[in-house]
């Protein structure tokens, strides 16, 4: 396994929609596996496969769902939203948009739709936490950043302390 390079905004990978997998073979495994590693070193709790300048629907995530809060990773293939209710937001940040956090209108409650790597449809009913990382990192397949969520003011705040170079990275 490999500890991948993450893009950062405004890199144009990130503002580009994913393409679809059509096939599930070892160099997508090996991407997925990297992926985990990745996320775990940064550390993060989600990745998308964008956020490695991979234009592929593929994300890795583990908002520490085990019952005992152990790790619990995800991958997800082709991933989809396709129910979502009730109101929620906390403050994120992302590994693309290194030292700056907003808080992020989301939905509370998600049903996810995706395929695993041994190409078993799944679907994952998820509320809370891990609803809202998913959210986040399916947003990254769209070509939107949490940055794109957030009034135009605090956005252009972001923005000019990113321009002269203000934003404390780790």
Not at 26 to 51: F, S
Not at 117 to 138: M, R, S, T, W, Y
Request: charged share 30%; aromatic share 6%; net charge negative.
């Amino acid at each position: 396994m490999s500890i991948l390079t993450i893009d950062t905004y405004p890199a144009p990978v990130l503002k580009k929609k994913a393409e679809k997998i059509t096939r599930i073979d070892e160099l997508i495994r090996k991407l997925a596996e990297d992926m985990l590693e990745t996320m775990y070193h940064a550390p993060g709790v989600g990745l998308a496969a964008p956020q490695i300048g991979s234009s592929l629907s593929l994300v890795v995530a583990d908002a520490g769902a085990g019952e005992d809060r152990s790790p619990k990773p995800w991958i997800l293939v082709n991933p989809e939203i396709i129910a979502r209710e009730g109101k929620a937001g906390i403050v994120e940040g992302c590994l693309s948009v290194p030292g700056y956090t907003a808080e992020v209108p989301r939905y509370e409650k998600i049903l996810v739709r995706a395929y695993s790597l041994d190409e078993k449809e799944l679907e994952l009913n998820l509320e809370g936490f891990p609803a809202i990382v998913l959210q986040h990192e399916l947003d990254h397949l769209q070509g939107i950043l949490f940055i794109d969520r957030i009034s135009r003011l605090k956005r252009s705040i972001y923005e000019r302390k990113l321009r002269k170079g203000n934003l404390e990275t780790s």
